[in-house]
């Protein structure tokens, strides 16, 4: 069954790489789940230099709830649980959500509030030019599949919101060059090898979604990584 995942990558700097996996493990080790911040942690996995954490967050909220015994409705506060998990690849020095910006935000919290060491996490800049550029230069098969516009404009004659099948690849890159900014959306069709292609979304604040087999998630999640950290390819 085919999936949509949502990623966010930070670049994350320290001065021992090591002295901050220890300190963080050994903080999520004994972190539980902290009532007065609304958050659990654990540890999922540790294995490659690749550390995966798993968060609970507690959302409260309000319903209208009915008292039978005054025949009336009374506002009452409950408490909603989500979870999501982020991942630390120190073969890379980055950290990466499986998720949206909101729960990198909440990692970025998480690490203000309870580490202790010093460090530096900062958003990749990966947008769609950049990305593009990127697919170019290290030889990537692709296909631009479909793109959305802010302010396209068609000889002055049309103009507005476009959005739409690239029927022809050869217009990508002019059409990546006229928009940049503009572009709120772009899809393409990536082709690994012979036998394995995937399709990825990218969108102007680095979000990036693919559409992946449930079972194919790590490999196109590692394929990512080498694609976009690996220095000169």
Known sequence: MKRVKSLVFNSLSFDDPEAFKDHL???ITNF?????????????????????????????TFINDFDSSENQFVRKQIYIFSDFVFSID?????????????HMNCVKYLFRTILSTEYELNPVNLNVSTFYKLLVGQN?????????INHFNFNNELVGRFSGLVMNNTIGPELIESYKSDIVKLSFLIQINE???????????????FLSETDDFDFILDYLKQLIFTKNG
């Open 195 to 209: 036998n394995e292609s995937f399709t990825l979304q990218i969108f102007p604040n680095g979000v990036l979604k």
């Open 140 to 148: 990537v098969s692709n296909k631009i599949d479909h793109i959305t």
């Open 25 to 27: 493990v050994a903080i």
């Open 32 to 60: 539980g789940f902290n009532e007065k911040l609304g958050y659990g942690l654990s540890l999922s996995d540790l294995s490659d230099n690749v550390l995966t954490v798993k968060v609970v967050k507690r959302t409260s």
């Open 90 to 102: 120190l073969n890379f020095n980055i950290l990466y959500v499986i998720g949206g910006i909101s």
